[in-house]
């Protein structure tokens, strides 16, 4: 009776969290677009004298149908799609003698799955937080990020610099920084023997600043293109952003039916769904729902417990890639109520067309003149790879402690192992779990 009343408290308090998340509109979905591609090339440019102040006009256009919506699907994507811990930790039971048998040799991995079950009855709840700091792109930092906005062509004959202030081009380095904080409730029951379902629930706050800075350059920059006004004018200019959003992230509803029981092996199936919960335009979520389904094979030898994940993760949303994942690792334990765990996560990209490119090519080619001689010069629109998929490798290291048979606490390090995708250096995460 008494294990009943926890876990209907535990449910409780999981819905009061849920309710009691309101969801901030900060509209992040508008940053670039408002306080940094639209403020340099329409409002700062604009400074510049006559008829010149508004040749930056179609570029900042450019840059909103392309840029702005290629910067928010990367950041929403990699904070919605964030892997969560695993449906069970702790003591675990073997059911195959016909009684429960206490499972006391590992606690379990904690971002992959072994094939193992709770048991009818049981449940397992708690709460984790995940830092991401996403650094870099692409092996490119976020703070170094570039890109180069051409000149107006003036008389429309498909050339740049046969006027000479066309030859003039904006070079933007947007000093960003991107950073995540995802607090998870979780909870896992065992429905039957070999069936448990799950919900995570997720309250995400994202934060995005920077110094964006400005150079003007080419044969006519400070003359006919710059910053500032006539009596003061310059051709570098520095522009601070900034903005946050708060609320609840895309729900998790997870499945797991383990249908091959044995001394060898262990086999399971996992359905993973994550609902559009979160709000899209702050980053929360992606606006879709996803589906994942997981194909998982475990084995228990002694102390030491072998497992991987084979999944196809469905991503319907815009600029977010189907993909195959793995997961392959062990989790051993050490002493007495001391597991380490180690996994290689892998994402491979499917849909390749779902890769982002911020531009339909990698360079414009500008003509400048310099003395008689004609020089055709190609201009490097971004310093950002051009890729047709963004595959990522991630190692995990990880610890869960029993402070007893009831109360395991764990920690983790998600390390990028290559330079594919928006990347954290270091992901940590802890947590804490209750079985009962």
């Known amino acids: 009776m008494q294990n009943r009343h926890v876990k209907r408290t535990i449910f409780s308090g999981m ?31 604009q400074r510049s004298p006559g008829s010149h102040a508004q040749h930056y006009f179609p570029a ?15 950041i929403a994507s990699n904070v919605s799609s964030f892997p969560l811990t695993a449906t069970i930790a702790g003591v675990t039971f073997d059911l195959s003698a016909g009684r429960p048998e206490k499972i006391t040799e590992s606690l379990g991995p904690i971002f992959s799955e072994t094939a ?3 048991g009818k009855g049981k449940l397992n709840a708690g709460f984790e937080y995940t830092y991401l700091n996403l650094a870099e792109f692409r092996g490119v930092t976020t703070e170094g990020v570039r890109f180069a906005f051409t000149h107006q062509d003036v008389d429309e004959n498909g050339v740049l610099g046969n006027i000479p202030f066309e030859a003039d081009f904006t070079e933007v380095t947007l000093g960003m920084d991107v950073n995540a904080s995802i607090y998870a409730w979780f909870a896992t029951y065992g429905v039957l023997k070999d069936l448990d379902v799950g919900v995570a629930i997720p309250v995400v706050n994202v934060n995005i600043s920077g110094e964006a800075l400005s150079v003007v350059n080419g044969p ?4 006919n293109h710059f910053f500032g006004d006539l009596s003061n004018p310059v051709v570098n200019s520095r522009v601070s952003y900034n903005g946050s959003a708060t609320g609840l992230g895309d729900i998790a509803l997870r499945l797991k039916y383990n249908f091959v029981r044995g001394p060898e092996i262990n086999l399971a199936g996992l359905l993973d769904v994550r609902l559009p919960t979160g709000e ?16 998982i094979g475990s084995r ?3 102390q030491f417990t072998p497992h991987i994940n084979i999944a196809y993760d469905r991503r319907p949303a815009k600029l977010d890639s189907d993909e195959l994942e793995f997961t392959a690792g062990f989790d051993q334990k050490m002493t007495e109520g001391v597991t380490i765990a180690f996994d290689v996560l892998g994402e491979i990209d499917i849909n390749r067309g779902e890769a982002l490119q911020f531009f339909s090519q990698e360079t414009a080619t500008i003509l400048q003149t310099q003395g008689t001689a004609t020089i055709r010069r190609e201009l490097d629109l971004t310093n950002i790879p051009q890729r047709n998929q963004d595959n990522t490798f ?4 990880g610890v869960r402690i029993a402070a007893s ?6 920690g983790n390090l998600l390390v990028p192992l290559n330079k594919g995708g928006l990347r954290s250096s270091v992901a940590p995460t802890i947590g804490l779990t209750i079985n009962l």
């Open 405 to 410: 048979e009831k109360f395991l606490f764990l």
């Open 15 to 45: 819905m009061i969290f849920v309710l009691s998340t309101s969801p901030a509109f900060a509209q992040l979905d508008q940053l670039f677009k408002t306080q940094v591609f639209d403020r340099i090339l329409r409002d700062e440019l």
């Open 300 to 302: 228990k030898l002694a």
């Open 116 to 118: 193992e079950t709770l």
């Open 280 to 295: 899209q335009s702050d980053f929360l979520g992606t606006g879709e729902t996803s589906t994942r389904f997981v194909l």
């Open 60 to 74: 900042a256009e450019a840059a909103n149908r392309a840029l702005t919506p290629g910067l928010n699907a990367l």
């Open 394 to 397: 991630n190692a995990a290291v």
């Open 220 to 223: 006519t920059a400070g003359s």
